[in-house]
């Protein structure tokens, strides 16, 4: 069970959830006082010793059945009320369909049921591996129903059952076997359904490489209701704690360096080549950024939740330093400074009215470069969110140029399909040769993994 527990803390942590490794122990201790034969008492005492937010709840709620549920509801067995008779004349029955669905209806009668292996390689086919999220477990799931024929379960039974009458078999036992057949039915979709989550939920704690979070991630920052978007500011807490936690594991794998052979050689000339004493590479892991950020209407909402990101990962750069721009380039290092995220990226989207058709980057480039060039050295990495509109206004492609030249890399995010760029009062044709990267971000989902790139890479 202690494996188990184990596995369910890194499924609560890849949610988002964040779980000390004291907690943990008390987690353990705490079930080996209680016991797990209480399965209410068991699932409070992980509650109570893993959980500390209210917004947590959700996930364990969701991840608790799935790493300790029983499998979904048992399969009853209804050759249990049939006689040696009908039950010959049933096996005799289910020996005339086809082999899928004689497989089905065996499990469904038998009340025996697909193994766990059974299921997990149904569950592979069906394309669980590249499901991530609730909307694609479920159409795993319709996808493994489908396989073991239950598009035509309806009409296999009525066969079955007409079948059975000309056998001979009462009336009563064919009511009776069609109705533990139909409560068997259910009762198996809720296993395939509990398996594909269970599954889907150990990949995601197994995929250190990815971002997890709700189905909202995915959609469009510039088409967010404001509910959507209160949902989402919960949700870049937890988004936060998982690139805090792969940050971390960047940084402890960075600590242990690579090996440097030109290091080494010369190290080990006093010992006539031979390479007694090694000598590594250690990378620096916590990058410098500057931060220049475009918060005309357009970019309102990509805006806010990337100064979120900013705000809530401070702790993770070495030296960050950010801009705000409409018509003009200010910035905004001391505001986002303050002690709540909420209070000061409010405070940043004020003292910056968006205004229409105000956005001068090529303006701003300018205000930059007179009194902000400081900020970028060779070990700088800029970071540019904007969607590349000017109104008509010079995009000043030199300014962008010599940003290049001075940073060790210039990135840009931009919420704009790329189908989208150069067209009206888009420069982004221009701009893009200039930078080093570019990347679409969106939704939440995108520009929380540019982030997450920007950690690893800057």
């Known amino acids: 069970m202690d494996n188990r527990i184990v596995e369910f803390i890194r499924g609560l942590r890849a949610a988002g959830v964040r779980v000390s490794l004291a907690e943990s122990v008390d987690a353990l201790h705490a079930v080996e006082e209680l016991g ?48 040696s008779d009908e039950q010959q004349m049933l096996e005799m029955a289910l020996s005339a369909l086809s082999g899928r669905m004689q497989q089905l209806l065996d499990w469904l009668s038998s009340g025996d049921g697909p193994t766990k292996e059974e299921l997990e390689e149904m569950a592979r086919r069906a394309g669980v591996e590249w499901a991530n999220n609730p909307q694609e477990a479920r159409w795993v799931t319709r996808r493994m129903l489908q396989q073991m024929g239950f598009a035509h ?9 007409e079948r059975l009458q000309e056998m001979g078999m009462s009336q009563e036992a064919i009511e009776k076997l069609m109705g533990v057949v139909e409560a068997n039915r259910e009762a198996l979709a809720e296993q395939v359904a509990q398996q594909v989550g269970q599954q ?10 990815d971002l997890h979070g709700s189905d909202l991630m995915n959609k469009p920052l510039q088409s967010l209701t404001e509910e959507d978007a209160n949902q989402l500011r919960k949700e870049v807490q937890r988004l936060v704690t998982q690139m805090r936690s792969r940050a971390a594991l960047r940084r402890k794998r960075g600590n242990k360096g690579k090996f440097d052979s030109k290091s080494t050689i010369r190290a080990n000339q006093k010992n006539g ?11 620096k892991l916590k990058p410098s950024l500057v931060l220049i950020c475009d918060v005309s209407t357009s970019m309102r909402a990509v805006a806010e939740f990337m100064l979120r990101l900013t705000y809530e990962l401070q702790d993770q750069v070495a030296k960050a330093r950010s801009f705000a721009f409409n018509s003009d380039m200010l910035e905004i290092s001391v505001t986002l400074s303050g002690s709540r995220a909420a209070d000061a990226v409010t405070k940043v989207l004020y003292d910056i009215p ?7 980057l090529g303006n701003s480039l300018n205000t930059f470069s007179k009194k902000f060039m400081d900020a970028v050295d060779g070990r700088t990495t800029v970071v540019i969110l904007g969607d590349g509109r000017n109104n008509y206004n010079s995009p000043r492609i030199d300014l962008m140029k010599d940003l290049q030249r001075r940073a060790k890399k210039l990135v840009w995010l931009n919420p704009e399909h790329q189908r989208q760029w150069g067209t009206g009062d888009s420069d982004m044709l221009e701009y893009y040769p ?23 890479d800057a």
């Open 153 to 161: 379960l309806e009409e296999q039974m009525q066969q079955l059952y």
């Open 434 to 456: 200039v930078c080093d990267s570019v990347s679409v971000v969106r939704n939440l989902a995108q520009l929380a993994t540019a982030v997450d790139r920007l950690l690893a």
């Open 354 to 360: 968006p205004g229409y058709y105000a956005t001068d």
């Open 273 to 283: 080549g031979v390479p007694i004493e090694l000598k590594f590479k250690k990378k």
């Open 200 to 209: 889907i939920a150990e990949q995601r704690a197994n995929r250190a490489d």
């Open 36 to 83: 797990i034969t209480n399965k209410a008492v068991f699932r409070s005492s992980l509650r109570t010793t893993l959980i500390k937010e209210s917004d947590d709840f959700a996930a364990f709620e969701e991840l608790f059945p799935l790493y300790f549920g029983s499998g979904g509801p048992p399969l009853q067995n209804a050759l249990d009320d049939l006689s």
